[in-house]
């Protein structure tokens, strides 16, 4: 059957938000009108009560003791987030924290309900401090103000500490504080020498210790357990792929993610003896996120995949029942898109790339053209979700790769820091090796493009200035086009945090002037694709439009198109809708004509 992009980008997604204090309800974020909106639904089954309906997507989570739902939203794309209560009737939205020109970022909520706390630029709109609000009062106070960019944790059961991770001035490190409310001190629980991840805790029932995700003396992120009273803590569970953890409400039961090519695998343990409970059982491979009623009864989780776009599901622990909460509504079935296959191929150095193929279905005669979709961050990964606009390449038989070049997280530590600021070209050079696989792939290297958002819109300009007889065109979403200019107009918080990956202006400008694509830019010669949000803080849109006004000048085809109300990225369906469709056009169009 044949479809259009408009029916791959309407395909709507709806994923779990947590449970009302009484377990009847569910909450749940959905893209319905568009956005992302919050709804909820009957635990039991039903129709879903749309609780929000604002032209900016929204975030939320259900008060512990009441049908009160604290909601997060920004304008425009600019991630100057706002703090909002709104009861679970829908009818009456209450700022909390309202302060248009900073940025706030919640951490957590007390378990009584009487109080958030949450991180905010406020003081001189460069730093994060962490502040304590009481939801009654409106007092507050600030907690933790030791400079630069931070995330606020949770209150401890008992309520007595709140936890803060800290990023280092190192690429891929970071410290874990606690906050004791009581005598005001600030602990630094984790000193070390070497780079270093440390997760939030998730506390055990009497606040006397807590479990974390880390890759402290390991290659993989494992769970370890903090224990206050030693200030010490070790390793409790490690494997040969990243693992993260979460605690139910009733503090029961320890939930362990394991995360392999960005597919998840979950168990449940006794955070007591560390006893496996039972596996999340899941349709099939995907990513799950999951939630624990109060009473610990029933467990929801939001199941996404390459051929599902996001469901709500609802597991009933006393009578081993799973029910589907949620049916978004989408007008392609599953058996009709396709499932990516795992693939390494060696670069330039013999390091093993792993990658994630999309092949359209079709006779192994033919050589199909090649999108290649590289992901942001730097990290972060590509994520088996279901992506309209590969799954519509595939439909019109274009192969789509997902490569998860060096740097890229998920797959250890030492992998995560192959590209740190002057080994940055070598995760470019993962491209020529790419370019070469292609052949033996059966696939048309000939005709190959690059598409890429945020760090992976770098990666696109660069690799077309760096390796310009490779490829055939390019798309760049939100893109970095010099790493001068980004650093120098990225939003000031932002700046330090960015540093540390790329390269300082002060002590690497020369460097970052010759890993700049725009540095390069008499070497295009593939036509260029451009998309951008007037609103973006983290990469200003002059970076697009310096890009295309110098390849508008030599004659290099280059089509710019910029969405005033949007940021980092195509938030709103109509701006999809309209991009979208540009994008499939000039990818056909550039790539019709086989490879020879």
């Known amino acids: 059957m044949s479809y259009y992009i408009q029916d791959f980008l309407n395909i709507k ?13 569910v909450l749940i974020s959905s893209n319905l009108t568009g956005t992302m909106q919050l709804y909820r639904v009957d635990a039991g089954g039903g129709e879903l009560v749309q609780l929000t309906d604002f032209e900016e997507p929204v975030t939320g989570s259900y008060l512990p003791t009441k049908d009160q739902i604290l909601v997060q939203m920004d304008e425009g794309g600019n991630e100057r987030v706002q703090i909002y209560l709104l009861d679970d009737d829908g009818k009456e939205l209450q700022p909390v924290v309202y302060e248009p020109d900073y940025i706030h970022r919640v951490g957590g909520v007390a378990r009584d309900s009487s109080a958030i706390v949450y991180a ?21 106070k600030r907690v933790f103000d030791l400079g630069g960019f931070c995330m606020p944790g949770g209150f401890s059961p008992d309520r007595r500490f709140i936890s803060v991770m800290k990023p280092s001035d190192r690429s891929g490190d970071n410290d874990l504080y606690l906050v004791d409310l009581q005598t005001e001190e600030v602990m630094h629980l984790t000193p070390h020498d070497d780079d270093s991840f440390f997760g939030l805790p998730k ?39 990243d693992l993260s953890c979460e605690m139910d409400w009733n503090l029961e039961n320890l939930i362990v993610t394991e995360t392999e090519h960005g597919f998840t695998a979950t168990e449940v343990f006794d955070p007591q003896t560390l006893t496996k409970k039972f596996d999340v059982s899941l349709p099939r491979r995907g990513i799950a996120s999951e939630w624990y009623s109060k009473d610990g009864r029933l467990f ?26 949620t049916n978004s509504p989408g007008s392609i079935p599953p058996e009709d898109l396709v499932e990516p296959q795992v693939h390494t191929y060696e670069s330039f150095d013999g390091e093993r790339i792993p990658l994630l193929l999309f092949k359209p279905k079709q006779s192994a005669s033919e050589k199909p053209p090649v999108v290649v979709s590289i992901h942001g961050g730097p990290e972060s990964q590509f ?51 790419l370019h070469r696989w292609l052949g033996t792939a059966g696939l048309d290297d000939k005709r190959a ?6 760090y992976g819109g770098y990666m696109v300009l660069a690799g077309l200035t760096f390796q310009p007889e490779l490829w055939a065109a390019g798309v760049d979403i939100v893109g970095i086009s010099s790493l001068i200019t980004f650093l120098e107009n990225t939003s000031a918080w932002r700046k330090e945090f960015r540093e540390r990956e790329y390269g300082s202006l ?28 007037r609103n973006d803080p983290r990469v200003p849109v002059g970076e697009a439009e310096q890009i295309h006004d110098v ?17 980092h990225g195509l938030q709103k369906l109509k701006n999809r809708l309209d991009a979208y469709p540009k994008v499939a056009s000039f990818l056909e169009r550039v790539l019709s004509s086989p490879g020879q």
């Not at 905010?120 to 507050?140: A, K, M, P, Q, W």
């Not at 606040?207 to 409790?236: H, M, N, P, V």
């Not at 493009?449 to 945020?454: D, F, I, K, T, V």
């Open 300 to 325: 929801t989780y939001g199941f996404l995949s390459p051929v599902d776009s996001g469901d709500a599901w609802l597991f009933d622990r006393e009578t081993g029942e799973t029910r589907r909460l």
């Open 383 to 433: 994520m088996p979700i279901l992506n309209p606009v590969i799954q519509y390449l595939v439909h019109r038989g274009f192969a789509v790769i997902a490569p998860n070049v060096r740097g890229s997280t998920g797959y250890g530590k030492r992998y995560h820091h192959l590209d740190d600021k002057r080994n940055r070209l070598d995760s470019v050079r993962d491209l020529e090796g």
């Open 449 to 454: 493009a690059l598409m890429g958002g945020s």
């Open 120 to 140: 905010s630029n406020r003081r001189n709109g460069v730093d994060f401090d962490i502040y304590v609000r009481h939801l009654t009062s409106g007092e507050e």
């Open 203 to 241: 506390w055990l029932p009497d606040s006397s210790s807590f479990f974390f995700a880390t890759d402290a003396g390991l290659e993989f992120q494992g769970i370890a357990r903090y224990d206050l009273s030693s200030r010490g803590w070790k390793i409790e569970l490690a494997r040969d792929h």
């Open 506 to 533: 002060e002590e690497d400008r020369e460097f970052l002037a010759e890993a700049s694509p725009l540095t390069h830019i008499d070497n295009i010669k593939a036509p260029l694709f451009i998309i951008h949000g």
């Open 13 to 25: 997604a709806a994923v779990p938000a947590g449970f009302s204090p009484d377990g009847s309800k």
């Open 551 to 567: 390849l508008r000048s030599k004659g290099i085809t280059s089509e710019l198109l910029i969405y005033e109300d949007e940021g």
